[in-house]
């Protein structure tokens, strides 16, 4: 049996909605309370949950620019799983970096018998080269997606990915 959480349901709580209209947080599944969110985090940290996952579920302004019963369910998240994830658990001390890449790239390509997420012999080059201490804020204008919905618009994060190599090949770099 496995399980994967997603960085919206560690770090965000159903009052958000509440505060504010955002259909970028209607989500499935829905927020839940503070004490479901520690209850995530003690399972990444247990290891009941082993993946941490995206859930990445892009959508147009127009579609999400509706009532919130009558938007869709999701954010995008390939843009700010990682830094969400180094800033709400890896430097507060709730996750080592030993145990992000276990969630993030090794249990998530064990699971699917995949020849992926080690650093081995016979395994393809594929590495993400992080820097842990970049400071940025979320800016859903500079995303490489199409999609902007996020409800992380203006947030202020650290860490993020600052090259990409797959198969031995350098694919993405920050300049």
């Known amino acids: 049996m496995t399980a994967e959480a997603t960085p919206h ?40 949950i082993d993946c941490i996952v995206t859930d990445h579920a892009p959508h147009s302004i127009e579609e999400k620019d509706v009532e919130f019963d009558l938007a869709p369910n999701g954010i995008i998240g390939l843009e700010t799983s990682l830094g969400l994830t180094i800033t709400h658990l890896v430097k507060p001390g709730l996750l080592s970096w030993s145990d992000l890449v276990m969630r993030m790239a090794t249990n998530p390509a064990r699971i699917m018998k995949l020849k992926a997420g080690r650093l081995a012999k016979g395994y393809p080059a594929d590495v993400t080269v992080i820097d842990p201490n970049v400071a940025w804020k979320v800016n859903v204008d500079k995303f490489r997606s199409k999609s902007r919905n996020s409800p992380y618009h203006g947030k202020r994060l650290t860490g993020r990915a600052v090259m990409t190599i797959v198969d031995g090949r350098v694919v993405y770099q920050t300049v």
């Open 9 to 48: 349901h560690f770090t965000l709580t159903d009052d958000l909605i509440a505060e504010r209209y955002d259909t970028n947080l209607k989500m499935n599944p829905p927020l839940r309370t503070r004490s479901d969110v520690e209850a995530v985090i003690g399972g990444l940290q247990d290891g009941t």
